[in-house]
């Protein structure tokens, strides 16, 4: 089992930067990829980044050039640099694992593991 952990998010004024953390524990070796989703209200979940287990990093169209995920020296821990904020950026932040890459970019319902998500709200 893998438990997932996800810190870094809170209140920043629009053009200023957040970075969120996340590690994930237990049965870590199983784990290809990470990613992060982020969920406004009234909206549905939503892919914001991912990150396969060799690098290969993709992006939502509204983030690209101001986002950036990253690994860090463990497999099992992922970052994501947010510059720029904009108050559409206003969302729950969630990280998610994955143990297969079937596909690419992945599908939310591959992820077999998720944090409880981390709070992100940009004021205008």
């Known amino acids: 089992q893998v438990q997932v952990v996800e810190s870094g998010g809170g209140l920043v004024q629009a053009g200023g930067s957040l970075r969120l953390s996340c590690t994930a524990s237990?049965?870590?070796?199983?784990?290809?990829?990470m990613a992060w989703y982020r969920q406004a209200p009234g909206n549905q979940r939503g892919l914001v980044a991912a990150i396969s287990s060799s690098g290969v990093t993709i992006y939502t169209a509204s983030v690209k050039g101001r986002f950036t995920i990253s690994s860090g020296n463990a497999k099992n821990t992922v970052y994501l640099q947010m510059d720029s904020l904009k108050p559409e950026d206003t969302a729950v932040y969630y990280c998610?694992?994955?143990?297969?890459?079937?596909?690419?970019?992945?599908?939310?319902?591959?992820?077999?593991?998720w944090g409880q998500g981390t709070q992100v709200t940009v004021s205008s």
């Open positions: 998610a694992a994955q143990r297969f890459v079937n596909s690419w970019p992945p599908r939310q319902y591959e992820f077999d593991y």
């Open positions: 237990g049965s870590v070796s199983s784990i290809n990829g």
